[in-house]
């Protein structure tokens, strides 16, 4: 039988629905969601990744009760986690997972034990004294410059799009991810007052940002040009939508908008991207061109600069020789 992650609690069988253990386990699973919603105020994104991870350790643990987390049951969870066959492509099945994916699961499940723990409904940690595991980051995460160059000739292309309106909306669109490092939900949440061109400021509101952190960053020129272009077009098309990006009717741009956006867009190119990867390219070319983690923190808002450093494993060795070369016998400190 093939597992799949589930984005929400999965359906469980009636004696295993009512087993008083795993339902106390279900609702305090939503109460401590509750409470980092609207207490911590964390964004959605990060919900979404607890109900996730929550809900792929019951779907492989379905008769796990509070006092069963213990060592011994999180390494058989993981043990299944790593036998679990799972499908993608064309009938293809693979089995195994990334030191990273078992990292990524046990950061977002810890934070429910801590919470747990703290309120004595466990008595430890189901965590403590299992080795974190090794991550390394060997895989580019950012796109080159063949790739962005692709991916643009591709939106500029004139007989690509039904109107001039989603040309320069989806030209705008890639640029903002590419110049500003924005995240998917954050610029999905910009609004027209959000955008300053005579100040060339970009506003990314609280509400909106993952850190919950409100930030204002720089325009770059030629992000500002691309813009005013865009908004010239939706102010002779009369489109009344506060939001910054908008459908061709003037609605607000949606998640599956974009997903639709990007798959096409990667059809057109020949490029496998994925929009995370601009914030990368954003992230590593700053770095490349002399900027330094503290401001790119600022930048990325990140609460933590070692989140932000986390974005220096990318860089290419070629991107250090120049520091490198700067190495002189009569440079050396005395």
């Not at 030629?222 to 910054?244: A, F, G, I, P, T």
Request: with cysteine; charged share 25%.
């Amino acid at each position: 039988m093939v597992v799949t992650t589930p984005t929400s609690s999965p359906p469980v069988a009636l004696e295993q629905r009512d087993r008083p253990g795993v339902a106390a386990l279900r609702l305090l699973h939503d109460e401590f969601v509750a409470e980092q919603r609207f207490a911590a105020r964390l964004s959605p994104v990060t919900l979404r990744g607890y109900a996730q991870s929550f809900a792929l350790l019951l779907s492989l643990l379905p008769s796990i009760t509070p006092d069963q987390l213990t060592p011994a049951s999180m390494t058989e969870f993981f043990r299944r986690l790593e036998s679990r066959r799972r499908s993608f492509g064309r009938g293809r099945e693979t089995v195994g997972v990334k030191n990273s994916t078992v990292a990524t699961y046990r950061s977002k499940l810890n934070r429910f034990f801590r919470w747990l723990e703290e309120r004595k409904h466990i008595t430890g940690s189901p965590f403590a004294g299992l080795s974190y595991p090794h991550v390394t980051y060997e895989d580019r995460k950012y796109l080159d410059r063949a790739s962005v160059e692709r991916i643009f000739s591709a939106l500029v292309l004139q007989g690509t799009w039904r109107s001039t309106f989603l040309r320069r909306r989806n030209l705008a669109l890639f640029s903002l991810l590419l110049y500003t490092g924005v995240r998917k939900g954050e610029l999905l949440g910009l609004r027209i007052p959000d955008v300053d061109l005579d100040r060339l400021e970009l506003t990314v509101q609280a509400e909106t940002s993952k850190s919950r952190q409100r930030r204002t960053v720089p325009i770059s020129s030629r992000l500002c040009l691309v813009l005013e272009d865009y908004l010239k077009e939706r102010q002779r098309l009369r489109h009344q939508s506060e939001y910054l990006i908008t459908s061709t009717n003037g609605a607000p741009f949606t998640e599956d908008g974009l997903k639709h956006l990007v798959n096409q867009v990667r059809r057109l190119s020949g490029v496998a991207f994925h929009v995370h990867q601009f914030r990368h390219t954003f992230a590593v070319n700053v770095l490349n061109q002399g900027g330094d983690v503290a401001k790119l923190k600022q930048l990325l808002g990140h609460r933590d600069i070692r989140m932000t450093s986390q974005y220096l494993r990318c860089l290419p060795t070629g991107a250090l020789r120049t520091d490198v070369e700067r190495l002189q016998l009569d440079t050396l400190l005395t």
